[in-house]
């Protein structure tokens, strides 16, 4: 039982929670040094759900100018980060209702697909197949892959995978059961890992992409 | 174990929250099983790539631009 992997640490406080404090207590610096801390943070997962620069610029804003206003309301025995992360998507969910006006805009919609429960294309990768790519075009490659994924897996993914949260706190931010939370992730890490397969597999030859239901299409195929 | 059943523990394999009894299971199943194999290292690369790659940077112009205009409002009490 040793290696299994260890969540001490937990109840110790966390450094935002001087911080906090010391916002509360009126000190407008404290906020400046959570806000730099987190920024970046926020933008990304803005513009994951928003898709949109502008609207991730936007969100950002109000989601800072929110987790100030509302600091009162914050329960110390939360993560601020956690927190603040909630009132983000909270504010890119409504900056997607306002571009589909008025439209009622969820993180469960586009969900019925059965894509990505079963791997298909079994290829292995090449050993680094990202250096395949120069970084303009591998990000490219990483957006339009990720923007590929229905907006309940990709949010999900985004939360979990690339900005660190555990799979208690994504559930907690997006009003998700933990289960709901662990299937979406899966079927997400599969679709990624599928649809990357198109351009990351070894090149044998043989190897012509098969599978369908995409608009994605590789750069560079043989 | 099936491909199936190893699938169906695939998360908690890379996320390593598997028990040592799991483990020992997952990784009988590969020794046997290519598929699953290459399923496990792909999808552990999907996640490594992505978390090394930040897709949508914020540049410092614009981070320094967005974090003035917030403090700024938040000095009037927004």
Redesign the interface.
């Known amino acids: 039982?040793s290696?299994?992997?260890s969540i001490a640490g937990e109840n110790e406080q966390h450094p935002d929670v001087a911080l906090v404090e010391r916002v509360r207590a009126g000190d407008?610096l404290a906020?400046?040094t959570l806000?730099?801390k987190y920024?970046?943070q926020i933008?990304?997962i803005a513009?994951?759900i928003t898709q949109n620069r502008e609207d991730?610029?936007d969100v950002?804003?109000d989601a800072?100018?929110k987790a100030?206003?509302k600091l009162d309301q914050f329960q110390g025995n939360a993560k601020f980060y956690t927190w603040l992360v909630r009132i983000a998507v909270n504010e890119s969910l409504m900056r997607l209702r306002k571009r589909r006006t008025g439209k009622m805009v969820s993180i469960d919609e586009d969900l019925e697909t059965d894509e990505g429960t079963?791997?298909r294309d079994?290829?292995?990768?090449a050993p680094n197949?990202?250096q395949n790519y120069n970084q303009s075009e591998?990000?490219e490659i990483?957006?339009k892959t990720?923007q590929g994924l229905p907006q309940g897996f990709r949010v999900v993914?985004a939360l979990r995978?690339?900005e660190g949260l555990s799979t208690e706190e994504t559930a907690e931010t997006l009003g998700l059961s933990v289960p709901a939370v662990?299937s979406r992730?899966?079927r997400a890490?599969?679709q990624?890992?599928e649809r990357?397969?198109r351009y990351?597999k070894r090149k044998s030859g043989l190897a012509i992409p098969q599978e369908a239901g995409s608009a994605l299409a590789p750069k560079k195929g043989d | 174990m099936t491909c199936t059943e190893f699938l169906a523990l695939l998360d908690e394999l890379i996320d390593d929250t598997v028990t040592t009894a799991m483990r020992a299971d997952l990784q009988e199943h590969l020794r046997d099983c290519e598929h699953c194999e290459v399923t496990l290292n792909t999808t552990r690369k999907t996640i490594q790539i992505y978390r090394s790659h930040e897709i949508y940077d914020l540049p410092t112009d614009l981070r320094e631009r967005l974090h003035a205009a917030i403090m700024e409002r938040c000095k009037k009490g927004c």
């Open positions: 039982m290696t299994i992997q407008v906020y400046d806000v730099r920024e970046r933008f990304r513009q994951h991730a610029e950002m804003q800072f100018l100030y206003e079963v791997p079994l290829a292995d990768w197949p990202e591998l990000g990483l957006r990720i993914f995978d690339v662990k992730l899966l890490r599969l990624l890992r990357l397969s990351f």
